[in-house]
């Protein structure tokens, strides 16, 4: 997922590492080029984010003092505790969410997914040994018309779909 100009590419998180926070570690990009690393050792507290290179007048420096100043011009960001200003940190770790709700999107749509009614309903999983033609039939006699298959979904609408459902 991009935000803006602003990538995370090479994403690795160690699920069993994190506690407070994703324990990651990715490379980031700013308008498709590598500007640096940022990580998060799973502790809480803030991302550690490294420009490729610290040298004065290196092209790098120009470019992440362009991240920043983009960052600064977003509006707040709303949760339960109140509106804050978005800052590198909760940008990545809304990409590291979207790229394990993606993940996990994938290895749910290796059987056929079904929804029923509205996404706030409950969906099943049938094996991948079934046809398509044979689930609709099913779910059919069962009286339940308002169904549809999560895996003609891509993965940012089921990420919508989730962030709909609460």
């Not at 999107?105 to 099943?124: E, I, L, Q, T």
């Not at 689930?135 to 069962?142: D, F, G, R």
């Not at 298959?149 to 779909?161: G, H, R």
Request: net charge negative; hydrophobic share 35%.
């Amino acid at each position: 997922m991009k935000t803006g100009n602003l990538e995370l590419k090479a994403i690795k998180v160690l699920e069993g590492m994190s506690q407070e926070t994703f324990c990651y570690s990715a490379n980031l990009y700013w308008k498709g080029k590598k500007i640096g690393t940022v990580g998060n050792a799973g502790h809480g507290g803030c991302d550690d984010a490294y420009r490729a290179d610290i040298l004065d007048g290196d092209p790098h420096v120009q470019a992440w003092q362009e991240m920043e100043d983009w960052i600064a011009t977003l509006p707040k960001r709303e949760s339960e505790y109140g509106e804050f200003p978005q800052d590198l940190d909760s940008l990545c770790s809304k990409q590291v969410s979207h790229f394990l709700m993606g993940k996990d999107f994938k290895k749910m749509c290796r059987k056929w997914c079904v929804y029923f009614g509205d996404w706030a309903g409950s969906y099943y999983d049938y094996p991948k040994k079934f046809t398509r033609e044979a689930i609709e039939k099913h779910v059919a006699e069962k009286g339940d018309m308002d169904f549809h298959f999560l895996n003609d979904a891509t993965v940012d609408e089921y990420i919508k779909m989730e962030q709909a459902r609460g």
